[in-house]
């Protein structure tokens, strides 16, 4: 289930969320709105959510949050942009990567 996340979201979404892979959630963040979609089965599902609610491609980041460790990765094929300099599937620049963990910990913590 993909879910659009504009306030901090409760147990009950995360939990819906996370049904598509087993407590792992999927997730797309728009560093410039902080706002995020979670859940479904590919990143490319949030990106075009958010794409739909008028967010701009580069400000779209992928991840992921494993609801049992807390842990948050970076990985994810929408990262991939070279004309970003970020020519890997993890986040490359720490600033991005710290302004995706920070919105993600004050949506979803």
Same mark, same amino acid.
Request: proline content about 0%; glycine content about 16%.
């Given at each position: 289930m993909l879910i659009l996340v504009t306030e901090r979201a409760n147990e009950e979404t995360l939990k819906k969320a996370s049904e598509d892979l087993a407590g792992y959630i999927k997730f797309v963040v728009d560093i410039e709105k902080k706002i995020l979609t979670i859940g479904g089965q590919r990143h490319v599902e949030? /990106?075009?959510m958010?794409?739909?609610e008028g967010s701009k491609q580069e400000n779209l980041w992928g991840g992921g949050l494993d609801l049992e460790?807390? /842990?948050v990765d970076?990985?994810?094929m929408i990262n991939i942009r070279p004309n970003q300099d970020n020519t890997s599937r993890e986040i490359l620049s720490e600033r991005i990567r710290k302004q995706v963990e920070e919105i993600v910990r004050n949506l979803l913590k």
């Open positions: 949030g /990106e075009q958010l794409l739909k460790t807390g /842990e970076f990985d994810s």
